[in-house]
C-alpha cells in the first residue's frame, strides 16, 4: 500500500504507508466527499484532506485549527451530521458522516 501525499502550501500531509486500514469509506466534508478509513477521526480526515480551518469564531476572523489533539482545547469544532461544536479530534469518522467547519458558538457537546 503507497501513501497517500498531499500539498498544502509547503507542507506535505501523508497518510503512514504499510498500515493495514481496512476498506475506505466516504465521509462529505462541505458539501464534497473525501476518503477515510475506519478508526481515523474527522481532524485526521480534515488534515489529510487539506482543510485546516476548522471552524470561525464569532469575530469571522479568526480560525481555529487542529491545537492539542487530544479533546483538551476545543480548537478542532465542527458540526457533523448536524450537531454543533463536536470536537473532531475526539469523534470517529463514520461512513456518510456529514461534516461541516463552521462557527464555534453554542453548547459544547461529546
Ligand atoms: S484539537 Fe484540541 S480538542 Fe480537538
Do not use: W
Not at 476498506?23 to 458539501?31: D, R
Amino acid at each position: 500500500m503507497s501513501a497517500e501525499r498531499y500539498l498544502i502550501g509547503t507542507n506535505v500531509v501523508n497518510r503512514l504507508p504499510n498500515i493495514e486500514r481496512g476498506s475506505s469509506f466516504s465521509i462529505t466534508i462541505n458539501g464534497e466527499s473525501y476518503l477515510a478509513y475506519p478508526g481515523e477521526s474527522v481532524a485526521a480526515v480534515l488534515m489529510v484532506s487539506g482543510i485546516r480551518s476548522f471552524s470561525q469564531k464569532d469575530d469571522g476572523e479568526t480560525n481555529n485549527r487542529l491545537f492539542c489533539g487530544m479533546g483538551v482545547c476545543h480548537q478542532c469544532l465542527v458540526t457533523i451530521d448536524g450537531v454543533m461544536n463536536l470536537r473532531a479530534c475526539m469523534t470517529e469518522g463514520q461512513p456518510g458522516m456529514k461534516v461541516e467547519t463552521e462557527s464555534i458558538s453554542g453548547d459544547i457537546h461529546s
